[in-house]
């Protein structure tokens, strides 16, 4: 299998150097002074604005060969979005940070690995349009081009509606075999499955599940002066805080340890797959607006939210999968049927008494934006039988707790404290 191209820099700093990396380099784009050669390399993307019509064009790099310069592209709508989905490739630099013309139809851009061996590009448009995507092959020294084209809807057209291929579409899903364009794909991310006897008499180990919030092409919420984003460091986190929960009585599994890209309704299904006896999702967050609110906070599931920054909190995270153009599928009925489940009190109560034990710690250590368990409808949470909290570590967007996300030694004493909060819950309550 190809190499991911991601060319690491000589580090020869220290190991907190290396971490400090880890968390800041936003991976899949390539080495900004090098890469001329590079196969699959996007060495350029222009926006630009005609009339009407609004250009998107990635220019690949010389070396970049029919193999590399495989895709697929569809619609999505509510909101209007384009997907283009490639095989391995790398960015020189993020499209997110790439200027868009104010007034045209694209509004965002960003790309990221979906799954192994897939790159996804998502393009949200101002309004639905007529779209068309398509490639110009090399010439005159530069490599192929592809181009999207927006185009602003005439009187009595219809927008252009590309659906999405069948196995894109049933998210949480392995995908199908060899979709038309895209040949060889690697196999797909098998999420570990832990086969043992749910609820049959004394068992030997606790499994705790820590879901590392985003993921791929979903890079989550992203600093302004650090460039810190939630995905790198939800990654470390978890990590860290397996380091220190795992024992011999105590099996920690991750829904992800890898940039990757994980639909929302998959991170449950694995806990409740692996017979978990707790879920931990760790998240931090920005504010849109409010550079002041900060602090910590623990969520349990409700239909009804708390406060207002719960339920907008709520929102933005389980807006995820629409960030990352996942095509949702029967997914109202699903949630219909976790909803009825969800009155099972057993795991609501467990759900309390965990998210109060990780509050206790939080409080004892750091700031924390309210000293009570707050509510909100996070989708991540709807496990029936699998008591889950959700862990904001903190604001982003507040100065002074990015500056102390960012610090390797603040990190570890969060996992430190964390990982208090989840041992004394396995102590108290979980009878094994
Ligand atoms: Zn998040």
Same mark, same amino acid.
């Given at each position: 299998?190809? $190499?991911?191209?991601?060319?690491?820099?000589?580090?020869?700093?220290?190991?907190?150097?290396?971490?400090?990396?880890?968390?800041?380099?936003?991976?899949?784009?390539?080495?900004?002074?090098?890469?001329?050669?590079?196969?699959?390399?996007?060495?350029?993307?222009?926006?630009? /604005?005609?009339?009407?019509?609004?250009?998107?064009?990635?220019?690949?790099? &010389?070396?970049?060969?029919?193999?590399?310069?495989?895709?697929?592209?569809?619609?999505?709508?509510?909101?209007?979005?384009?997907?283009?989905?490639? /095989?391995?490739?790398?960015?020189?630099?993020?499209?997110? =940070?790439?200027?868009?013309?104010?007034?045209?139809?694209?509004?965002? !851009?960003?790309? @990221?690995?979906?799954?192994?061996?897939?790159?996804? !590009?998502?393009?949200?448009?101002?309004?639905?349009?007529?779209?068309?995507?398509?490639?110009?092959?090399?010439?005159?020294?530069?490599?192929?081009?592809?181009?999207?084209?927006?185009?602003?809807?005439?009187?009595?057209?219809?927008?252009?509606? %590309?659906?999405?291929? &069948?196995?894109?579409?049933?998210?949480?899903?392995?995908?199908?075999?060899?979709?038309?364009?895209?040949?060889?794909?690697?196999?797909?991310?098998? *999420?570990?499955?832990?086969?043992?006897?749910?609820?049959?008499?004394?068992?030997?180990?606790?499994?705790?599940? #820590?879901?590392?919030?985003? @993921?791929?092409?979903?890079?989550?919420?992203?600093? /302004?002066?650090?460039? +810190?984003?939630?995905?790198?460091?939800?990654?470390?986190? %978890?990590?860290?805080?397996?380091?220190?929960?795992?024992?011999?009585?105590?099996?920690?599994?991750?829904?992800?340890?890898?940039?990757?890209?994980?639909?929302?309704?998959?991170? *449950?299904?694995?806990?409740?797959?692996?017979?978990?006896?707790?879920?931990?999702?760790?998240?931090?967050?920005?504010? *849109?607006?409010?550079?002041?609110?900060?602090?910590?906070?623990?969520? !349990?599931?409700?239909?009804?939210?708390?406060?207002?920054?719960?339920?907008?909190?709520?929102?933005?995270?389980?807006?995820?999968?629409? !960030?990352?153009?996942?095509?949702?599928?029967?997914?109202?009925?699903?949630?219909?049927?976790?909803?009825?489940?969800?009155?099972?009190?057993?795991?609501? $109560?467990?759900?309390?008494?965990?998210?109060?034990?990780? +509050?206790? &710690?939080?409080?004892?250590?750091?700031?924390?934006?309210?000293?009570?368990? =707050?509510?909100?409808?996070?989708?991540? =949470?709807?496990?029936?039988?699998?008591?889950?909290?959700?862990?904001?570590?903190?604001?982003?967007?507040?100065?002074?707790?990015?500056?102390? #996300?960012?610090?390797?030694?603040?990190?570890?004493?969060?996992?430190?404290?964390?990982?208090?909060?989840?041992?004394?819950?396995?102590?108290?309550?979980?009878?094994?």
């Amino acid at each position: 299998m190809k $190499n991911l191209l991601i060319r690491w820099p000589v580090l020869v700093g220290c190991v907190m150097a290396i971490v400090a990396f880890a968390v800041f380099v936003p991976p899949l784009v390539g080495n900004s002074n090098d890469g001329r050669d590079e196969p699959g390399l996007v060495e350029d993307l222009r926006v630009g /604005k005609d009339g009407d019509r609004t250009r998107i064009v990635l220019q690949f790099s &010389e070396a970049t060969t029919e193999k590399e310069f495989q895709f697929r592209w569809f619609t999505l709508p509510e909101p209007a979005r384009v997907v283009v989905d490639f /095989k391995d490739i790398t960015f020189k630099n993020s499209p997110n =940070l790439v200027k868009l013309p104010p007034d045209g139809l694209a509004k965002g !851009m960003r790309a @990221g690995r979906f799954r192994p061996g897939t790159v996804r !590009m998502v393009l949200d448009q101002t309004k639905a349009g007529r779209v068309n995507v398509f490639a110009i092959p090399p010439r005159g020294g530069q490599g192929p081009r592809l181009v999207i084209d927006l185009v602003e809807l005439k009187k009595g057209q219809k927008p252009t509606n %590309v659906p999405p291929p &069948e196995d894109v579409v049933d998210e949480g899903k392995a995908p199908a075999v060899s979709p038309r364009r895209i040949e060889d794909e690697p196999a797909p991310v098998v *999420p570990p499955v832990v086969t043992r006897d749910v609820g049959t008499g004394p068992r030997d180990r606790v499994v705790v599940v #820590l879901d590392a919030g985003h @993921g791929g092409v979903d890079p989550g919420a992203c600093s /302004k002066i650090a460039k +810190l984003c939630e995905k790198g460091l939800t990654l470390e986190m %978890v990590k860290l805080v397996r380091e220190r929960l795992r024992s011999d009585k105590i099996e920690v599994i991750l829904t992800r340890d890898s940039d990757v890209f994980i639909p929302l309704p998959e991170r *449950p299904r694995i806990a409740q797959r692996a017979g978990a006896d707790l879920f931990v999702s760790l998240h931090a967050d920005i504010h *849109p607006t409010k550079r002041d609110v900060k602090g910590a906070t623990v969520y !349990m599931v409700s239909e009804k939210a708390s406060d207002r920054e719960a339920a907008r909190l709520a929102s933005a995270e389980n807006d995820r999968d629409v !960030m990352a153009g996942v095509a949702l599928a029967n997914e109202s009925k699903e949630v219909q049927n976790i909803l009825i489940s969800l009155v099972q009190r057993d795991t609501l $109560n467990s759900s309390t008494y965990l998210a109060r034990s990780v +509050l206790k &710690e939080l409080g004892n250590f750091t700031e924390v934006r309210k000293h009570d368990v =707050l509510y909100a409808g996070f989708r991540v =949470l709807k496990s029936p039988d699998v008591p889950s909290i959700l862990v904001e570590m903190g604001y982003l967007s507040n100065p002074a707790e990015e500056r102390k #996300l960012g610090d390797a030694g603040y990190r570890k004493q969060l996992a430190d404290t964390i990982a208090k909060g989840i041992r004394n819950y396995v102590q108290n309550h979980v009878h094994y």
